[in-house]
């Protein structure tokens, strides 16, 4: 019977030829990939999958289409402009565009090496996605969504992860996580007009429109409690503030209806948490308990609630925990998991899966960098 164990042990025989293979698949520096993927297969899971709710769950969260995409599914964005959905396939270079009518798989695209991040900019009808080129230099795929075709290839730093569209600027916000820095790219003239240097590791992105701010999770330190959020104006690009907040901060969503900016803490010491910041005052005002490694994170502003996938192993992993936002406030406050969603009958294959991935993933990286 494969499991978790086997399935690691194999993937690093195949990987160098050796069974005898430190893993540590906790480690900080291990996480920034294995984690992304681990978001990724949950997302795939929820589609594919039948879920089945614990008592605080309510009825009307059901899946209600599953669409083959990819093999590993990473990114992913909403074009409102034409109701389809980019998601960025990370093993085939490619991404696939669903529509939300049908909803079917209308175009696959060819896009660089490992596509990870995606974002839609609404003013020019453009997906931009990060290919993640590991230690090299990587690029942005900009895609046209009237042609579904690749108009522009942006070079950015190393290691491109987050992407994050500017509304007030025109320009996206792209992450390098083995760069320490983030790329400001026009798209006007799909150019990089600014690079500002950031925390080590960056890694999630997302855009206050309200105060015309970025917020980016930085998550390279190593064996720390706690990580960083760096906050730069669009203004002039630079850098106004650096909260703390809890181990290996992951995903960043930005909650336009209280001014909040949740970021989920998905690594040891002050992990398993989501950082609740104010935009008014740049502080941490909650932290709310939530499922084993917490990494993706969205808003759903017609009803209040953020979503946090938990991507760690039991008790809480393999699920996504819902939070209300409790409304408009500022000031500190108390916030709690709304309701948790279990992805079932299949959590132990799971599992498996997103062990597997993560060791290979891990692995490959780490013989990147020798």
Known sequence: MLTAKSSKALLHRLSDGSSNVNYHP???RSKPLGFRVIFALEFLAVLVLSISFVPMARADLVVVATIPIGHVVAGEAYDSGKGEVFVADYNSKSVSVISDITPNLVATIPVGTNPYGVAYDSGKGEVFVANNAGLALSTVSVISD???AVVATVNVGKGAHGVAYDSGKGVVWVTNWNSATVSVISDATNTVVATVNVGLGPEGVAYDNNK???FVANNGQSNTSTDTVTVIS???YIVVATITVGGFPCGVAYDSGTREVFVTNSGQGNGN??????????TVVANVTVGTGPCGVAYDSGKGWVFVSNGGGAPAGNTVSVISDGGTTVGG????VDKLILVAP???LIATMLAAVTAYLTL???NKKR
């Open 273 to 282: 948490t989501v950082s609740v910041i104010s935009d008014f005052t740049n």
């Open 212 to 214: 015309g701010e970025v």
């Open 146 to 148: 009237a042609t579904n």
């Open 364 to 366: 490959n990286r780490s």
């Open 26 to 28: 906790w480690n900080a």
């Open 333 to 336: 406050r108390v916030l709690a």
């Open 346 to 348: 299949y959590v132990g």
């Open 234 to 236: 669009d203004t002039g």
